[in-house]
Nanobody, 129 residues
Framework: QVQLVESGGGLVQAGGSLRLSCAAS????????RGWFRQAPGKEREFVAAISWIAGSTYYADSVKGRFTISRDNAKNTLYLQMNSLKPDDTGVYYC??????????????????????WGQGTQVTVSS
C-alpha cells in the first residue's frame, strides 16, 4: 500500500506565505514525476506545479508562476510547494500526486490529472483578503 500525505495547509492573509509538504508512506516506490493540484469548491481540480524526480525539471501553471516554487528532497522522498504572495484565488484543497509509470514528460503530460497514478488526500489552504 502506498500513501501520499500532504501537510502544511492553513489560514493565511493575502500576501502571506505557506509551505506544503507531501511525504510518502507505506510501500516504497519510485516515481518519474510528482506534482501539485488544487481544487476550489464547485470547480475542477487544476494543475499547479510538477517536478521530474531525478532531473528536477519544473513546470508551473501560469497562474502561480513567479509566486510558487516546487522542490523535492530525493533522500527524504518528500515533495514541497513554497507558496508566496498568496491571493484569495489560491484558496482550495491542495493535492500531491505521483507518476510512477507511463511517463512521457512535457508540460501537457504532467499538467493532466490522468497522467498520475497516486494521489494524496489533500490539505486545505485558505487565503483571506
Amino acid at each position: 500500500q502506498v500513501q501520499l500525505v500532504e501537510s502544511g495547509g492553513g489560514l493565511v492573509q493575502a500576501g502571506g506565505s505557506l509551505r506544503l509538504s507531501c511525504a510518502a508512506s507505506g510501500r516504497t516506490f519510485s516515481s518519474s514525476a510528482r506534482g501539485w493540484f488544487r481544487q476550489a469548491p464547485g470547480k475542477e481540480r487544476e494543475f499547479v506545479a510538477a517536478i521530474s524526480w531525478i532531473a528536477g525539471s519544473t513546470y508551473y501553471a501560469d497562474s502561480v508562476k513567479g509566486r510558487f516554487t516546487i522542490s523535492r528532497d530525493n533522500a527524504k522522498n518528500t515533495l514541497y510547494l513554497q507558496m508566496n504572495s498568496l491571493k484569495p484565488d489560491d484558496t482550495g484543497v491542495y493535492y500531491c500526486a505521483a507518476i510512477t509509470k507511463g511517463y512521457f514528460g512535457g508540460y501537457n503530460f504532467v499538467s493532466t490529472r490522468n497522467s498520475y497514478d497516486y494521489w494524496g488526500q489533500g490539505t486545505q489552504v485558505t487565503v483571506s483578503s
